[in-house]
């Protein structure tokens, strides 16, 4: 299924996001019979397609829906939006582990609801895109997790050294309602979408028991806090919020002041520093206060580069040595924690649990995770930390092969190297720095 935006759509965003940039203070008015347009709503089930994810709380499927006819799906839907009788419904939650060993909630809105959250995406990132700050990297065209490491990295190497590595408590579950309509009030004016975004941030929740009962909530609604996580409308409104403490930072003076930079990725940001940077942290501490967002204290943390180092996304960010002329230098590293991380999920795929699987399907699941964790983590010299991961990969591989076939020992001699990499095809991500200009740094 293709995601190419479709002609029409990109021509209808490039005139929005025109009308934006032409004038920071215009505010759109007719908005809400946009996202019942039918290339517009076209275009947002298939890029909920394309996001996969499982049914809400109406069991209702991708392929039940196609099954039964798209098309009729679709016409139904734009007449429940044009008639202006359409109701989100409880978004089903579910709990993901979390690397530190904890849950995450996420919600699971019904197709339905995904398709129109979408449709009015692709409508107001356009406008709000001509908003957002440069020092904002998540959820946008163009720019990526990479990108904001990067800018981290030039940033130091430039001299802003004095870091805050900061941290906020449930960033999306502590909006607060009234102040992040404002934010979208100032450039939305249509009543009927203002209207549909607070139905949104007021969907009760619905989770399943122990025994299978099933229990609704209404915190957000309850509390008016929070987004929706797993919602596609939340990463937008999350961006929209954060902007405004970027926005405060900068008016208040504090950039200019403290030569003080912030480069943000959804709700993880860095403050970095040419003045103190335990000054910074307690002006950021304000400008939160104010905006009723809570700092966790015990996670935030101040340090000076390079005698102290900080992890963002993942990357440990510090002093490192070349290994060919010993040279010191501030450079990025995959994070201890994130390497341990992926040999924990080996580790898990090859435990005696799997031993019914066939080998061929065992390294296949265990390449997927492999590339996928080696195409993030490709930033820097990597070399180390692939050699770790190679190293934890083929001893448990091994281990699983020797309990699989009843062999006794650590399998090296029954399964050397060779066999594991060209028998059994399992990914090699040392192989992999050969296209990396930094890795062997």
């Keep these: 299924m293709s995601l190419i935006t479709p002609e029409s759509v990109w021509n209808f965003q490039q005139s929005l996001q025109a009308k934006a940039k032409a004038n920071p203070k215009l505010r759109f008015y007719s908005l809400y019979d946009k996202i019942y347009r039918r290339d517009v709503l076209e275009f947002a089930y298939r890029r909920c397609r394309a996001n996969g994810g499982s049914a809400g709380v109406d069991d209702q499927t991708f392929e039940t829906i196609e099954l039964a006819g798209l098309e009729t799906w679709l016409d139904e839907l734009t007449e429940v939006l044009k008639g202006k009788t359409y109701k989100p419904q409880a978004v089903r939650r579910v709990y993901i582990p979390k690397a530190d060993g904890k849950q995450r909630p996420l919600g699971i809105p019904r197709i339905k609801d ?8 692709i ?18 065209a163009n720019r990526s997790a990479h990108d904001a ?3 981290v990295h030039g940033l130091v190497n430039q001299g802003h050294r004095s870091v805050v590595d900061a941290d906020l408590s449930g960033y999306f579950d502590t909006i607060p309602h009234h102040e992040l309509m404002r934010s979208v009030a100032r450039r939305v004016s249509d009543g009927a979408m203002l209207k549909l975004i607070q139905q949104w941030l007021e969907m009760a929740v619905e989770e399943t028991e122990k025994g299978g009962r099933k229990r609704r909530t209404t915190v957000n609604k309850d509390s008016g806090r929070g987004t929706p996580q797993g919602a ?9 919020y954060m902007r405004r403490f970027i926005l405060g930072w900068k008016q208040q003076g504090w950039e200019k002041r403290l030569g003080a930079r912030i480069v943000n ?3 993880d940001f860095v403050i970095l520093c040419l003045g103190s940077a335990q000054e910074a942290r307690a002006r950021m501490q304000t400008i939160m206060d104010v905006l009723k967002l809570t700092v966790n204290e015990e996670k935030t943390k101040t340090c000076q580069v390079p005698a102290e180092s900080f992890d963002f996304l993942g990357y440990t960010i510090g002093r490192r040595y070349s290994k060919q002329t010993g040279r010191a230098y501030i450079g990025t590293r995959p994070a201890k924690k994130k390497v341990k991380r992926i ?4 580790s898990e795929a090859t435990k005696r649990s799997t031993l019914s699987a066939q080998t061929e399907e065992l390294v296949a699941g265990l390449n997927r995770k492999l590339r996928g964790w080696a195409n993030y983590f490709s930033l820097g010299p990597v070399s180390p930390a692939y050699r770790a991961v190679d190293s934890h990969t083929r001893q448990r591989l091994r281990q699983w092969l020797c309990h699989k076939h009843k062999k006794a020992g650590a399998g090296t001699g029954a399964y050397p190297d060779e066999y594991l990499y060209e028998k059994l095809g399992l990914l090699r991500l040392e192989k992999l720095t ?3 200009p930094w890795a062997k740094a």
């Design 114 to 121: 995904r398709t129109v959250q979408m449709a009015a995406v």
């Design 123 to 140: 409508v107001l990132e356009a406008i709000f895109e001509a908003d957002l700050p440069e020092e904002q990297y998540a959820y946008r």
């Design 149 to 151: 490491i990067r800018a």
């Design 232 to 240: 596609p409308i939340s990463p937008l409104l999350a961006n929209l």
């Design 265 to 267: 990725y959804a709700d």
């Design 343 to 346: 040999c924990e999920e080996v």
């Design 434 to 436: 050969a296209r990396l």
